[in-house]
């Protein structure tokens, strides 16, 4: 692939907990301005390839890691290189929404002030990460609001609105509906393709009907390895792979 074409990448990435090998010479590259979704079984190492990206291992002891992450010609593990710095680059969303026990305003009020923003900024950027975000209609008259009494749903979009603020080029997303209703998670869904205009997005999903209603791409994986990747149609329609076939089909996971 041409690199123009590739924004975030992983070359020949091996990562073990202890003696358990959890990847296993992963490669794969991920386009710019695209959703591509991580999908297979539990425990296959989505979760664990997603965040390394992000360098949430660097902090395991017994986390060992080789190969290359690369954000365009960044070597994401080069020594020295600031982690804030980097995750400013690339931001994260959780499973669990988890915004911080203050205000609406606040909760992306706080990343702009460590990061620098200048004070007079701050309002602007923030109205429009809520309005980017699908939120600021529900809440602009109660930004002073504890953010911990907002809905699942509506946590959610204020933490999507809280990582956009500080304009990441990529936003990794783990499962960010897993514990959302059926609306809910149909208004994020919304929210990622209207994202991807601005942001290149790598979603880790167990729901099958998600991967095709957001994705571009979808890499599927399986014990630590890729088995198959490609346009998210032609995996879903016509998968190479029998273990592809038989894992997109719900018969097993
Ligand atoms: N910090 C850790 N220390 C030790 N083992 C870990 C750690 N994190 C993950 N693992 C193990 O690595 C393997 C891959 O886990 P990972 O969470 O990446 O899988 P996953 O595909 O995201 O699964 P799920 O879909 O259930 O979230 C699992 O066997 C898990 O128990």
Not at 63 to 88: H, P
Not at 172 to 184: N, R, V
């Amino acid at each position: 692939m041409s690199n123009d074409l590739v924004k975030l990448s992983a070359k020949g990435v091996n990562l073990w907990f202890g003696n358990k090998q959890v990847l296993k010479n992963i490669s794969v590259d991920f386009e710019p301005n695209k959703v591509t979704a991580l999908i297979g079984p539990s425990g296959c190492g989505k979760s664990t390839l997603l965040r390394a990206f992000n360098r949430m291992h660097d902090l395991s002891p017994d986390a060992r890691i080789e190969g290359k992450f690369m954000l365009e010609n960044q070597d994401l593990y080069e020594k020295g290189l600031s982690v804030t710095q980097l995750r400013r680059r690339i931001g994260m969303v959780f499973q669990k929404a988890n915004p911080f026990p203050k205000s609406i305003y606040e909760n992306i009020n706080y990343g702009l002030k460590i990061n620098d923003i200048p004070k007079a900024e701050r309002p602007g950027i923030i109205e429009n990460a809520l309005r980017e975000s699908y939120i600021w209609e529900e809440v602009k008259d109660e930004l002073e609001k504890p953010a911990t009494r907002l809905s699942g749903g509506q946590q959610q979009r204020l933490c999507i609105a809280r990582t956009v603020a500080l304009r990441p080029e990529v936003i990794l997303m783990d499962e960010p509906c897993s514990a959302l209703d059926p609306l809910s998670t149909l208004k994020i869904e919304e929210l990622i393709v209207k994202l991807k205009k601005d942001f290149t997005i790598v979603i880790v999903t167990h729901n099958m009907q998600q991967a095709q209603r957001v994705a571009d791409k979808t890499v599927f994986m399986y014990l630590g390895e890729i088995i198959e990747e490609g346009q998210t149609k032609d995996m879903f329609a016509n998968p190479k792979n029998e273990l592809t076939a038989n894992y997109v089909k719900g018969h097993f996971g």
